[in-house]
């Protein structure tokens, strides 16, 4: 078993014990994606990665942002910017579920004292044109992560299939250290040097978001950039294939990605400005879910997405 | 006999999936042992969370052998036939045998099938079965091809009789079969061998699973009630809740937790909807209060703390949830009581898009409070009330209560309109107004709360209908099928008597004008004004167009045809809605096409009416008078019309009548026609038939004395002419030519 060395005491440790444990298990300990996106899963090393046929290992922390869950800080568990730990393995292993719940172990979750759960969700992002089944994992009635097999990403079937794990890390480690308002959780180790309190690191932020996000962002800048990410996307996978200056096969599958990223985040701008109705919501997600498909059949090609010389020939 | 043990051990199925699952695994396997000639004394199957098992009792041990007889070529015959018939028959020519026969010596093989050991049949149809299970939603993993619900891991699979047991040898990609599984995930994760039911039951329950999903559920009701009843509280009953329960643990453990004193004053409704949907929690409720007070919620394992942890665990989750709840109801309170009340939620919805074809739905709602208005006369609800009902309920699409839980919609709006102050059947609109849902779905009846339901629905139809987005087969995206039987259920439960064509002109004109920028708001007024004063579109739109003068916009000139076009096909497409409606309720097909050939069909409580009664008169003695007599009449005069290129319908005269029987149909029709009309002038449906059917006799008696096709021209003629009466009287209830028998 896990050495856990007794009961994290912070924020970072949880974030830290998970890092550690993942990497022993083989995975590649990536850095959070430069850019804003709703969900662990809009990083490229799991949204492109899960395609093609190439194997895969990466864990990384991802800071996501969900501009409609935005309370100004004061509600106890709700964050519009909070982090996952996203964790993707392709193919996915026979022991995934074990090793999961290795990884609760690792953060001081003990498996005989408490009543954990895979609960059906089948995950699907609309956006992403991709879907998968799996659970919500439950600790005590808490939902503590995410596990889900990727059927189908950017509407290409995954083959082989990738296992893919999210964690909600506040509130997991709200859980772990017996917080009940995510702004009192220790940060860093309570006897540092200088101890800081989630609410010291991102109280002000979440005021100050919730406040643009919901009355101020404005909403026609907002709808001309969606349209510019969503041509520049278009642009950028309509150039030929051979770059013309260095005679190189060089597919532009992640600049044009970013766009879709873009894109993305700017209609969940929209949506917490309350200016997209039920219906036209899902025209937008249609087309997010457009460039999303385009980006797919673009990495497929590239080298990375299993693309070989002979597979084209 | 040997007993066959089956179980397919996986991660973890979904709680809705487990028993329609595990009854497929039974039937699929043991149709397929059947096909193959294994026969079985009965079977049995179960599901946990992790599990389908299925035993089957008293199989063959071996199919039976079959023996076939097959007749073949003569003796001498060419060559080629004699080997083409050995190929089929798969034997040698020594195994032929020759008999004579009337036609002389033939050839006959005697075909044995031997029977086939139980394991060899049992192992192709399980893997058949496992590869072709109709799961609602199945995936594959890892690296394989193969599909399960969620991946598969192991599979046990064993014979057993009295001298001993056996696995039963199978490979699916890679899982091969075997005679162990293992207990609970975390308090019995150890693998164990088992040698067949029994054996493997009680194992199983050592091992801390509980197989039966039934009795995992009855013994969780058992013990919620029991810890309910020790705190004098009873638990909410919820079947659906306690079966998706019991498909979530293998082993549960009840336990009942406190809902934090801060929560206790949202709605019980706000409570039992976060505890159901989010946490699977059943409701406590004290009975003295009606308040919800506790939660039952239900683990998967024991614990050395007995579940103290695992409780405290899930009352902070709880007690999170809640606080968002409350945090919304109380801003939602806070704007429902302020100045502008639910006014400012209305303003809110100008900013949301209802259709992209058909605006925002602020003004959704306008063309709702004015359809309300206007049908507020017909169900008897005060005008003024049913707009302003129509303007506040859907105000709660923008309250905050209504963003995180959508299924509180209008529940909500009575709330916050009971709290804004206004009036109840007002609070009461906002609930009611989009029941019915389903077809379990209570109707609602008071008046205000009729019209805006009515409002709300037919604005929809005619919404869609405007702009050409109908259902199409399965296609359904606006339950736009649901919102037609909700209006149809509305009128007929309440008796309404509304015609819907009327309504429906005044609305497509509203839609058309929101989906349609060229059309001026004044020239649409004008035409609903005239509608709402004359009934008829076709007589408003002259109307209109005479005062517009000049030369109108093409969008105004498009009107003419566009408004009654569709207002028909909407009209039938409510038809069809009404035909599956009364279908259900055992009303013949033919008997409602009979009655939607008459006029006023838009009138469904009418057009109900008129079916019902002749559904129930075809039942009698006397329908089936009424249906021969008039059927008698109408086939000889059809075909005479059809013969002579007229159409009868002059009126006969009484001089001609040679016959005392022709006499006596003149005296019949005409006593008869004095009592029919007033029948169904009061829409007595019932006594109308009765008065057609006492034309039967005089029917029959002069078709018996009378020759209808007389020589004498003029005779003819006034006898189809009387015919003619016959139909016209008799088709006053129903066009019987499309009754059937």
Not at chain 1, 291 to 300: H, I, N, R, T, Y
Request: charged letters at 25%.
């Amino acid at each position: 078993m896990t050495q856990t060395n007794g009961a994290p005491r912070s924020f970072q440790e949880i974030i830290l014990r998970l890092q550690n444990y993942w990497a022993a298990k083989g995975c590649a300990v990536m850095q959070p994606y430069d850019m804003e996106v709703g969900a662990g899963t809009f990083h490229p090393a799991t949204t492109l990665r899960s395609l093609g046929s190439k194997a895969w290992a990466a864990a990384y922390v991802q800071p996501s942002r969900r501009p409609t869950d935005g309370r100004y800080g004061e509600n106890p568990n709700r964050l519009q910017h909070y982090y996952q730990y996203q964790v993707l393995i392709k193919p996915s292993p026979p022991d995934l579920q074990e090793l999961y719940l290795g990884s609760l172990e690792a953060i001081g979750i003990d498996m005989a004292l408490h009543d954990i759960r895979f609960v059906e969700d089948d995950w699907e992002s609309p956006t992403l044109g991709a879907w998968g089944l799996g659970w919500e994992v439950w600790c005590d009635g808490m939902e503590v992560s995410q596990f889900t097999y990727f059927q189908q990403v950017g509407g290409h079937d995954c083959h082989p299939v990738s296992g893919e794990l999210t964690y909600g890390l506040e509130r997991l480690a709200m859980y772990v250290l017996g917080v009940d308002h995510v702004m009192d959780m220790p940060f860093n180790d309570p006897d540092a040097m200088i101890p800081l309190t989630y609410g010291d690191v991102f109280k002000q932020t979440e005021e100050e978001y919730a406040r643009w996000n919901f009355d101020v962002a404005s909403t026609d800048v907002l709808l001309r950039h969606f349209e510019e990410a969503e041509a520049e996307c278009a642009a950028i996978l309509a150039q030929e294939h051979i770059d013309p200056k260095t005679g190189k096969r060089i597919i532009m599958a992640h600049p044009a990605y970013d766009q879709c990223i873009k894109a993305s985040h700017i209609f969940n701008l929209l949506d917490a400005r309350g200016v997209i109705s039920v219906t036209e919501r899902q025209a937008y997600i249609g087309r997010v879910r457009a460039l999303a498909k385009q980006c797919a059949d673009a990495f497929v090609l590239t080298g990375a997405g299993g693309h070989t010389a002979e597979t084209a020939a | 006999m040997p007993d066959l043990l089956i179980e397919l051990f996986s991660e973890e199925i979904p709680a809705r999936m487990q028993a329609r699952a595990a009854e497929d695994l039974k039937k699929r396997v043991t149709d397929g042992l059947v096909e193959a000639g294994l026969t079985y004394a009965g079977a049995a199957a179960l599901s946990t969370p992790r599990r389908l098992t299925l035993a089957v009792d008293g199989l063959l041990a071996e199919s039976p052998t079959i023996r076939e007889e097959r007749k073949g070529p003569k003796v001498g015959a060419p060559e080629k036939a004699i080997e083409g018939f050995l190929r089929g028959a798969g034997l040698t020519r020594d195994q032929l045998e020759e008999r004579e026969t009337p036609k002389g010596a033939v050839y006959f093989a005697m075909i044995e099938k031997p029977g086939r050991p139980a394991a060899e049949i049992i192992a192709e149809v399980l893997e058949d079965t496992i590869r072709n299970f109709p799961w609602p939603k199945s995936m594959r993993w890892g690296a394989g091809s193969l599909r399960w619900v969620r991946p598969l891991h192991s599979i046990l699979c064993i014979l057993s009789d009295e001298n001993g047991t056996s696995v039963v040898d199978l490979d699916i990609d890679g899982i091969k079969s075997g005679n162990t599984t293992r207990g609970h995930r975390f308090m019995a994760p150890q693998e164990f061998t088992v040698t067949g039911f029994d054996d493997y039951a009680a194992k199983l329950k050592r091992a801390h699973v509980v197989l039966d999903a039934r009795e995992r559920a009855e013994a969780i009701w058992q013990e919620a009630t029991n810890q309910a009843f020790a705190s004098g509280l009873d638990v909410v009953e919820d079947k659906g809740l306690l079966a998706e329960v019991a498909g979530l643990v293998e082993w549960p453990v009840v336990l009942m937790g406190a809902i934090d004193a801060e929560f206790l004053g949202l709605p019980a409704e706000v409570l039992q909807t976060s505890m159901k949907e989010h946490q699977k929690f059943f409701s406590v409720k004290n009975p003295k209060t009606g308040r919800i007070e506790k939660f039952i919620t239900v683990a998967n394992r024991e614990t050395a703390d007995n579940g103290a942890t695992i409780l405290a665990g899930n009352q902070k989750v709880l007690s999170a949830r809640l606080a968002d709840a409350k945090f919304f109801w109380e801003n939602d309170l806070r704007t429902a009581k302020s100045e502008a009340g639910m006014g400012s939620w209305v303003e809110n919805l100008g900013n949301v898009t209802f259709h992209n074809k058909l605006g925002t739905q602020a003004a959704r709602i306008d063309r709702i409070a004015a359809l309300a208005r206007e049908i507020a006369p017909v169900v008897g609800a005060d005008a003024d009330l049913a707009e302003q009902a129509a303007r506040v309920a859907k105000a709660d699409l923008s309250s905050e209560m209504v963003y995180e839980f959508p299924e509180l919609q209008g529940l909500m709006g009575r709330y916050y309109a009971e709290a804004a102050g206004l009036p109840q059947e007002v609070a009461n609109a906002c609930e009611q107004h989009y029941s019915p849902l389903g077809p379990g779905d209570d109707v609602p009846s008071e008046p205000v709360s009729v019209a805006v339901a009515l409002a709300d629905k037919l604005d929809t139809l005619t919404g869609f209908w405007a702009i050409d987005e109908k259902p199409t087969g399965s296609k359904d995206p606006f339950a736009l099928r649901r919102a037609a039987l909700g209006v149809i259920r509305l009128v007929l439960e309440n008796d309404v008597r509304m015609p819907l064509d009327r309504f429906f002109d005044s609305q497509l004109l509203r839609a058309e004008s929101a989906a349609n920028g060229g059309l001026p708001e004044e020239t649409v007024n004008s035409l609903l004004q005239e509608i709402a004063e004359h009934g008829v579109f076709g007589s408003a739109f002259e109307a209109v167009k005479e005062s517009l003068g000049g030369s109108p916009a093409e969008a105004f000139l498009n009107l003419e045809k566009k408004v009654p076009d569709t207002s028909d096909d909407l009209l039938s497409f409510f038809h069809d809605r009404l035909k599956v409606f009364l279908r259900d309720q055992g009303i013949r097909h033919d008997v409602i096409d009979a009655c939607i050939a008459m006029d006023g069909n838009d009138d469904l409580t009418l057009l109900v009416k008129r079916a019902r009664a002749l559904e129930d008169f075809l039942k009698t003695e006397d329908g089936g008078n009424l249906l021969q007599g008039f059927k008698r009449a109408n086939n000889i005069l059809s075909q005479a019309e059809e013969k002579d290129g007229v159409e009868y319908s002059y009126g006969a005269d009484r001089k001609f009548a040679e016959d005392p029987a022709e006499t006596a149909l003149f005296d019949a029709l005409e006593a008869g026609g004095a009592a029919i009309s007033p029948a169904i002038e009061a829409e007595d449906f019932a006594a109308a038939m009765r008065g057609m059917a006492a034309l039967r006799a005089p029917v029959d008696a002069f078709f018996e004395a009378v020759q209808v096709n007389a020589e004498n021209e003029v005779l003819r003629r006034n006898r189809l002419n009387l015919l003619s009466q016959i139909r016209q009287v008799c088709g006053q209830v129903a066009d019987l030519t499309k009754v059937e028998g």
